[in-house]
């Protein structure tokens, strides 16, 4: 059975529209329901620690909440407090959605 969501490491060009651009930029990027591809940038300094070390980390899971958001079908937010912000900063993580993020996906997908 094959998995709905797919999320790996890749470098340079993997057989997708969106060849990974090497250290910093675009550290990872996914695609609207429903591919289901998430793909970090392997050329990245990454971390999952709290607080991350002081080497220029970034956050894999801000950034992985952030693309999850995207698998989910959020556009990024104007909002610098919501995990759905584009720019991610090194050394920082952000892992508690806002108020901005909940509102959004809640507006994608409505209780009854
Ligand atoms: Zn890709």
Redesign the pocket.
């Known amino acids: 059975m094959a998995s709905d969501l797919v999320v790996g490491v890749?470098g340079g060009d993997?057989g997708?529209s969106?060849p990974?651009d090497g250290l910093r930029n675009e550290l990872a990027?996914a695609f609207y329901p429903t591919d289901g591809?998430l793909?970090y940038d392997g050329d990245e300094q990454w971390s999952s620690l709290v607080p991350l070390p002081d080497d220029g980390s970034y956050d894999v899971v801000w950034v992985g909440i952030n693309e999850i958001g995207h698998l989910l079908g959020l556009v990024h937010s104007n909002d610098p407090n919501a995990v759905m912000f584009p720019w991610v900063e090194p050394g920082k993580n952000k892992r508690t959605l806002a108020a901005d993020d909940i509102d959004a996906i809640r507006a994608l997908y409505p209780q009854g």
Request: charged share 10%; net charge negative; aromatic share 12%.
């Open positions: 890749y993997h997708d969106v990974c990027h591809g793909h």
